[in-house]
């Protein structure tokens, strides 16, 4: 019995347990990574991950996918940058555009965002349509869409910067000064870390959630409407990471119509990583968390110790498949 204990405890935290022994492999090798300025570092990066990482994980709990996600980041990015720069600066997007209200692009983002959710939500749910097709269906229409927007003269596809402090503040200011200052950037990732977990463990969404992932046709005979339930995922997923967009664009201080290229691929592996199961209806916020930070750390982890950017795509993308295996080796135990 207790070893079995132990081996569910092991199984149950392994993901822990991994993160452990990165951050410890990296600082025997070079003991300055444990230090506060590397730990905030590793924050900062992780906190709009984190967002995109949790909008993904609603979608793939249902057995679906969104591989439009990082083009949506790039198009909340482009549209609230493009309306969020200083007066004087030389080059504006929009010349006679006034001064607006901060909150005003940030929500004209986050709608945009939301419509693209709800197009991916009703080809899935009414059209039944296969989630990867669809979606990447979105990915290249969305980027046609933003890169057109992008190239609108007297822009034409230059750079977008000169962006308002009011708007840069929220990416690069933070509570305290030096190394032990907090961004303001990791506080929104963990309040929105918050309002997710009580969406998926406290709310009926989040019920009808695990239950289509678990099996869609027992929920369809439980009384679930699926298809409503599928267009408000698909919609929720695509706020946040619209959200995470506007927060990159300010993180950053510009925005091209390239950003958030390939930020769906890291989000659905920090997914699995996190121990969100690939079949749907399995995963946890905190899993979730601690799966964006494996991959910060790989990134940031590797990058201080001198390893090359190549290395750190293989080591990756080893995790990944050795993540989706456990994954499926669980998921035949069970049936």
């Known amino acids: 019995m207790d070893a079995k204990r132990a081996k569910d405890f092991l199984a149950q935290y392994a993901i822990y347990f991994v993160l452990l022994a990165l951050i410890v492999a990296i600082a025997v090798y070079n003991t300055n990574f444990l230090s506060i300025s590397t730990f905030r570092d590793v924050l900062l990066q992780s906190a709009t991950r984190i967002i995109i990482a949790l909008g993904m994980g609603f979608i793939l709990i249902t057995g679906g996918v969104d591989l439009s996600a990082g083009r949506v980041v790039g198009l909340a990015a482009v549209l609230s940058a493009s309306m969020l720069q200083s007066p004087d600066y030389s080059r504006l997007f929009f010349p006679g555009l006034s001064p607006l209200p901060l909150i005003l ?6 709608v945009a965002s939301l419509m693209v959710g709800c197009i ?8 039944s349509v296969p989630p990867f097709i669809a979606t990447l269906g979105t990915y290249v229409a969305v980027y046609g869409a933003n890169s057109l927007y992008f190239d609108m003269k007297p822009n034409e596809s230059q750079p977008i910067g000169g962006l308002r402090t009011d708007f840069t503040s929220l990416g690069s200011g933070s509570i305290g000064t030096g190394d032990y200052s907090l961004p303001y950037i990791v506080l929104i990732a ?5 309002i997710v977990w009580v969406i998926y463990n406290k709310t009926k969404l989040g019920k009808n959630m695990y239950a289509i992932g678990g099996n869609v046709n027992a929920a369809i005979v439980s009384g679930i409407n699926v298809k409503w339930n599928l267009l408000v995922i698909y919609a929720i997923a695509a706020g946040l990471f619209g959200f995470a967009g506007v927060l990159e664009a300010a993180r950053t201080g510009g925005a091209t119509n390239n950003y958030g290229n ?8 920090a997914c699995v990583i996190g121990g969100v199961s690939t079949a749907g209806g399995i995963g946890t916020v905190p899993g979730i968390l601690v799966g964006v930070l494996i991959l910060t750390v790989i990134n940031y982890g590797l990058t201080f110790v001198g390893i090359s950017p190549y290395w750190q795509l293989i080591i990756k993308g080893s995790i990944i498949v050795s993540a989706v295996a456990v994954d499926i080796r669980k998921y035949i135990s069970k049936r």
Do not use: Q, T
């Open 105 to 110: 692009p940030i929500i004209v983002a986050i």
């Open 120 to 127: 991916n939500g009703l080809v899935v749910s009414r059209l």
């Open 190 to 194: 963990i309040v929105v870390a918050c």
């Open 262 to 269: 390939m930020y769906e691929l890291d989000a659905i592996a």
